[in-house]
C-alpha cells in the first residue's frame, strides 16, 4: 500500500535559519507529490507540487523540493524562513496519478521564533 | 480556483446521534472529496462524492456509518452516523476544479462526548 512519511513531527527554528523537511512515499509507480500548508486559522493551501519534468520544483513563498526518484523523498526545502512560515506542513502523494484522491503524511509543526 | 464552505465549522455533539456536514463549491465540479484528520493524525481520505451516482467509499469507510449525499455539482453532505468519541476529528471537503490541484474546506471540528 501507498504510504507518505514525514521525519519531523515538530520543528522549531529561528527566523533566517534553513529549514529542510523530510518526506518519503512508498510506490513503486508514477507519482505526484504534493507539499502542502495549513497556516493557523486558515484551510490547506498547495505549496508545491511535482508531476514531471525537472525534479527541483518551486512554489509559493520561497519554497522548494527537490523529488529523487531512487530515494523516494520530496523533501521541503527554504533557505531562509519567517516568522510568518510558522504552519503545519503536509506532504501527498496522489494515488492514481491525478490531484486528488491523496495520501498524506502525519504532518510537520513548523515553529519559527523571532 | 475554488473556494469551499463548510458548515459547521465545529460541533459538540453526543454520543449515540449524527451530524451532517455540508460542503459549497463556488463552482460546479465533478468530484468532491470527504476527508477525516483524527487527532494527531494525518488526513485520510473517506469516499469520492459524484453527483448522480453513489458515492465510492475507502477502505475501512462504510456508507452506513458515512452516508454522502450530492444532489448536485456544487454541494454535498457528509453525515456521521451514531457518533462514537472515536469519531472525534476534523472532517473536511476538497475538490479539484481544474484537474490540476486539490483546493480544501476549513474542515469542521467535530468533538463527540
Known amino acids: 500500500a501507498q504510504s507518505v512519511s514525514q521525519h519531523n513531527h515538530h520543528v522549531i527554528l529561528s527566523e533566517a535559519a534553513s529549514l529542510e523537511l523530510g518526506c518519503n512515499y512508498s510506490y513503486g509507480g508514477t507519482v505526484n507529490l504534493f507539499w502542502y500548508v495549513q497556516y493557523p486559522g486558515q484551510h490547506l493551501q498547495l505549496l508545491l507540487k511535482?508531476?514531471?519534468?525537472?525534479?527541483l520544483v518551486k512554489g509559493i513563498k520561497g519554497f522548494e523540493a527537490e523529488f529523487i526518484k531512487s530515494k523516494f523523498s520530496f523533501n521541503l526545502r527554504k533557505p531562509s524562513v519567517q516568522w510568518s512560515d510558522t504552519a503545519e506542513y503536509f506532504c501527498?502523494?496522489?494515488?492514481?496519478?491525478?490531484?486528488?484522491?491523496?495520501?498524506f503524511g502525519a504532518g510537520t509543526r513548523l515553529a519559527v521564533h523571532p | 480556483s475554488a473556494v469551499i464552505s463548510q458548515k459547521p465549522s465545529r460541533d459538540i455533539c453526543q454520543r449515540g446521534t449524527s451530524l451532517t456536514i455540508q460542503c459549497q463549491v463556488d463552482s460546479q465540479v465533478t468530484m468532491m472529496f470527504w476527508y477525516r484528520q483524527q487527532p494527531g493524525q494525518s488526513l485520510t481520505l473517506i469516499a469520492t462524492a459524484n453527483q448522480g451516482s453513489e458515492a465510492t467509499y475507502e477502505s475501512g469507510f462504510v456508507i452506513d456509518k458515512f452516508p454522502i449525499s450530492r444532489p448536485n455539482l456544487t454541494f454535498s453532505t457528509l453525515t456521521v452516523s451514531n457518533m462514537s468519541p472515536e469519531d472525534s476529528s476534523i472532517y473536511l471537503c476538497?475538490?479539484?476544479?481544474?484537474?490540476?490541484?486539490?483546493?480544501f474546506g476549513q474542515g469542521t471540528r467535530l468533538t463527540v462526548v
Open positions: 501527498a502523494v496522489s494515488r492514481d496519478g491525478g490531484y486528488n484522491k491523496l495520501i
Open positions: 511535482y508531476f514531471s519534468g525537472d525534479p
Open positions: 476538497s475538490v479539484d476544479p481544474g484537474g490540476s490541484e486539490a483546493f
